[in-house]
């Protein structure tokens, strides 16, 4: 079963916009990470907030976490042509096995 | 450093028959695991390894498909017999951490297609 669901679905922008992206989530967590996907590769580790963090920044990508509201939201900032890639939050809920469970992502197109 | 190695990169095959899957982890990495990306959705866990026991197959089609970790480095997914349903990527990761307290490194994927 999936945890975290991504909205929206699909993303188009101009180069040089920025590019917000919301992860929901159903039950508590120990974590919540980012990863970032191109076209035919392996997933690639973005960032991680910790259920007591509120906001942790790297680079040109802000996060969020709203433990309330049970919400994320990525911030990627000035894009690029290449940030064009499905974007994919993933939980580590809280319970006896930790595990990451992965939404179904978000693909964002950057227009150069 | 060395990634996390997979291979093959690909495969096709006739539904029924047999394939297997093999992953190299970063080196000293105790968490091992593989995930199954079905076109236009999110990776699906179907086995956690921490060194060579098994974590979590609760998602794991446990009558077609298996997995081992060989001295808690290499590991290897089986599927067999393989069905239409099971064309996918084979994503395989490791962690330096236990379960997912910290980062996931990913291979680049074994593609699978079943005819």
């Known amino acids: 079963s999936q945890q975290g669901e991504e909205d929206p679905q699909a993303l188009s922008i101009q180069e040089g916009e920025n590019a917000t992206m919301n992860c929901s989530y159903k039950?508590?967590?120990?974590?919540l990470q980012w990863y970032r996907q191109n076209s035919g590769r392996g997933l690639v580790h973005l960032i991680l907030?910790?259920?007591?963090?509120r906001e942790k920044h790297s680079g040109r990508l802000r996060v969020t976490l709203d433990t309330s509201k049970k919400s994320s939201s990525l911030l990627i900032t000035a894009s690029r042509a290449a940030d064009t890639a499905s974007y994919f939050c993933?939980?580590?809920?809280?319970?006896?096995?930790?595990?990451?469970?992965f939404g179904k992502g978000i693909t964002l197109s950057v227009r150069p | 450093e060395a990634g996390v190695a997979q291979s093959p990169r690909y495969k096709i095959i006739e539904k029924r028959q047999s394939v297997a899957f093999w992953c190299n982890p970063i080196?000293?990495?105790?968490?091992l695991y593989w995930y199954q990306q079905i076109l236009g959705q999110g990776p699906k866990l179907l086995i956690q390894?921490?060194?060579?026991?098994?974590?979590?197959d609760s998602q794991l089609p446990k009558d077609r498909f298996s997995a081992e970790r060989l001295k808690g480095v290499d590991s290897t997914l089986k599927i067999q017999p393989a069905k239409l349903e099971d064309s996918a990527v084979y994503l395989c990761?490791?962690?330096?951490?236990?379960?997912?307290?910290?980062?996931?490194?990913f291979g680049e994927g074994s593609r699978l297609t079943v005819l």
């Open positions: 907030i910790r259920s007591n963090e």
């Open positions: 990761a490791s962690s330096f951490l236990p379960g997912a307290g910290g980062e996931l490194f």
């Open positions: 080196s000293g990495h105790a968490t």
């Open positions: 993933a939980t580590d809920a809280t319970g006896a096995n930790s595990k990451l469970t």
């Open positions: 390894f921490q060194n060579n026991g098994v974590v979590d």
């Open positions: 039950t508590s967590i120990n974590n």
